[in-house]
């Protein structure tokens, strides 16, 4: 409920919630910790709150210890099941070395095949702790999905490099270039599809919409849909910045006299750089839509809309 409330309906508002949810340090919460987040939560809730706080103030998320405690519990439980969710497979547990294996020059076939499938396969596992979960998906969903996303995601990097060695028409220093942006086309395209695969159970099941008391209206298709178009519309928006900024930034760097004397620096820095784009990248990336995103009842289902009174419903788009 309190993702629904102005504070997070804002892009500046979710940004910094979301790079509180990207903390590391979330990872390693104790669950003592944890059980005095999800009390004070409720306190909150109950509105029984500290002195001098109001409800105007939580409401906004002026009250920044609401914030914080929030941040802390959506980074570790999910919103529709209230399970904890996989350590690895928070975003708080993405991690940089897959981005830095997938900008490396000089790349092989087959560690072209190594860092797609390592990045797709954690990127499957992310996709399904996050998904709507308002619907159980049967193992054999996952495992189909995730053959899938893995398959398409090496298949065309696997391509485009294919194709970059058949062509004879660019100079070394060119080749370079192309192959350095080439992870980008081909994981925003796997990327999309891994989204599509993973959660394809949501198109055919529906998901839960609500109603402004948190009521479950109904199960729609149509909400699915658009949950998993802006889900697909963040997972080509995050890799733009990692992979264009780095093979820009490097290339330049490469130059300079400091790292032609010294070239066993290159990895090193490289690694730096991926790791601060990647930290800009992430949470501007999952703040372009709410979590909670609405969508007007008119435009779902005619049975959805004629069963509630309300003009704007709800639904968890996941992450």
């Known amino acids: 409920r309190f993702l629904n409330d102005s504070f997070f309906l804002t892009f500046l508002g979710r940004l910094r919630h979301f790079i509180d949810i990207i903390d590391p340090s979330t990872l390693f919460v104790t669950e003592s910790r944890l059980k005095e987040c999800i009390k004070l939560l409720d306190d909150f809730k109950q509105r029984n709150l500290p002195p001098g706080i109001t409800d105007h103030q939580v409401n906004l998320g002026h009250f920044d210890g609401y914030l914080f405690f929030w941040s802390l519990f959506t980074a570790i439980i999910h919103p529709d099941t209230g399970e904890k969710l996989f350590m690895p497979f928070r975003m708080s547990g993405k991690s940089i070395e897959r981005v830095v294996g997938l900008l490396l020059p000089n790349q092989t076939l087959a560690s072209t095949v190594l860092w797609q499938w390592l990045n797709q396969s954690h990127n499957a596992c992310v996709n399904y702790a996050n998904r709507n979960a308002t619907k159980p998906t049967p193992t054999s969903k996952f495992i189909q999905g995730y053959v899938g996303a893995v398959t398409s995601a090496v298949s ?39 989204v599509a695969l993973m959660r394809h159970n949501e198109l055919s099941e529906g998901i839960d919409v609500l109603d402004s008391n948190g009521n479950v209206v109904g199960s729609s298709r149509i909400a699915a849909k658009h949950a998993l178009i802006e ?89």
């Open 156 to 194: 065309i990097a696997v391509g485009l490099n294919v194709l970059l060695e058949k062509s004879s028409k660019y100079n070394p220093a060119t080749r370079l270039l192309i192959q350095r942006f080439i992870p980008f086309p081909a994981v925003a395209s796997a990327n999309i599809c891994n």
């Open 231 to 319: 889900t697909a519309l963040t997972r080509v928006a995050l890799p733009l910045p990692i992979f264009v900024l780095p093979p820009i930034i490097m290339a330049f760097l490469e130059k300079l006299p400091l790292m032609q004397a010294h070239r066993r620096m290159m990895l090193p820095v490289h690694s730096l750089v991926c790791l601060a784009v990647f930290g800009l990248s992430l949470p501007l990336a999952i703040s372009l839509f709410p979590q909670m995103s609405e969508i007007e009842a008119s435009h779902l289902e005619p049975e959805i809309a004629m069963a509630t009174d309300c003009k704007v419903l709800t639904y968890n788009k996941g992450l």
